[in-house]
């Protein structure tokens, strides 16, 4: 049973979980995400991590290169720790993009186009020339505190900041092999109901018409997580229904300070969660976990002609983690068996 978190003592405490729905068997859990703090590199149930060779795809001229990387704009150690581990990634795989999943400055965004954190926190971390590629930018609930026309306006300037507005589709082209990227602003979708009525209904629209290669939906809050804000039930009831039957692929997210590789046997998509781009937060395996892992990282995706994706977990040391082939179920639409 879930039950919502009214009071619970330390500012600290109450600032994580305030809003929190937490099932109250998992209450030793959420006790120690509060003890860690935002510099935690624990993983609860991973065992001994073994990590692999990377899978490289930067010869390959038929296959859409994206880094995803989220909640990162904090001036910690750790944000400069995984752009140091991007880069090197970069220089060998040339990404095409890459995607943020929101959160981009904290705590409260940008106050204006000149503010210096575009410079500080975006600018001077991500100079290697290997990432000077288009940023594909979402929305966060930190950015939300801030000036979000302020956000557009600073795309005008520079281009590598896409940004045209609070959701949007745009494409990445590698040869015949066409990814759509179609960007949400859940953070408003979950405050108003007037406006997740009509994102809902753009969202379904887009997809209607859409012949990608492989279709990407881009969203700052998860709709799976085993992590501390776990399930997002809102999304799970509008946004997971239009996903399952328009054959997306991947539901990219952040919020969670942690990268999280979910196949959920109900859903016909793939669960990303990569909030661990500047904070690092404890997280824990779930039923349906494919990957985790917390202490700083990103995923590095190859979209191939063959409507296959391969996601690549890489830490902050610059380790690979995983790598793993995706699909998405396109037989009936009876959910995928693992």
């Known amino acids: 049973m879930r039950h919502t978190v009214r009071f619970f003592r330390g500012a600290a405490a109450a600032g994580l979980l305030l809003c929190a729905c937490v099932d109250w068997r998992s209450v030793g859990y959420y006790s120690r995400v509060l003890h860690d703090g935002e510099k935690s590199s624990f993983v609860e149930g991973s065992g001994a991590y073994r990590f692999s060779s990377l899978c490289t795809f930067g010869s390959e001229s038929t296959t859409v290169r994206l880094l995803v990387v989220g909640d990162w704009g904090s001036g910690m150690p750790t944000q400069y720790a995984v752009a140091r581990a991007m880069a090197v990634i970069a220089r060998t795989e040339r990404p095409h993009a890459v995607i943020s999943t929101g959160d981009n400055f904290y705590p409260s965004g940008v106050a204006a186009a000149d503010d210096s954190l575009f410079s500080t926190r975006w600018e001077r971390v991500y100079a290697d020339s290997a990432l000077r590629v ?200 009876e959910p995928r068996t693992r």
């Open 134 to 333: 288009p940023w594909i930018i979402a929305l966060g609930n930190h950015d939300h505190r801030g000036n979000v026309d302020a956000l557009v306006a600073y795309g005008r300037v520079n281009p590598r900041w896409y940004f045209p507005g609070p959701y949007y589709v745009t494409h990445c082209d590698a040869s015949t092999t066409r990814v759509a990227i179609v960007v949400l602003d859940t953070d408003t979708m979950l405050r108003d109901r007037s406006s997740r009525s009509q994102q809902l209904r753009w969202l379904d629209s887009v997809l209607s018409v859409t012949s990608a290669t492989v279709t990407i939906v881009v969203g700052h809050h998860p709709i799976r997580s085993y992590g501390l804000y776990d399930e997002t039930t809102r999304l799970l009831e509008s946004l997971k229904p239009i996903l399952d039957r328009r054959c997306v692929m991947l539901y990219l997210c952040g919020h969670d300070h942690d990268v999280q590789i979910i196949e959920h046997p109900d859903d016909r998509f793939a669960c990303i969660v990569s909030g661990n781009g500047g904070k690092s937060r404890r997280t824990r395996y779930g039923s349906y976990t494919r990957r985790a892992w917390t202490g700083g990282g990103f995923v590095y995706l190859a979209c191939r002609a063959d409507t296959t994706v391969v996601a690549q977990v890489i830490t902050a040391q610059g380790h690979t983690l995983s790598c793993d082939t995706l699909r998405v179920h396109r037989q009936g639409l």
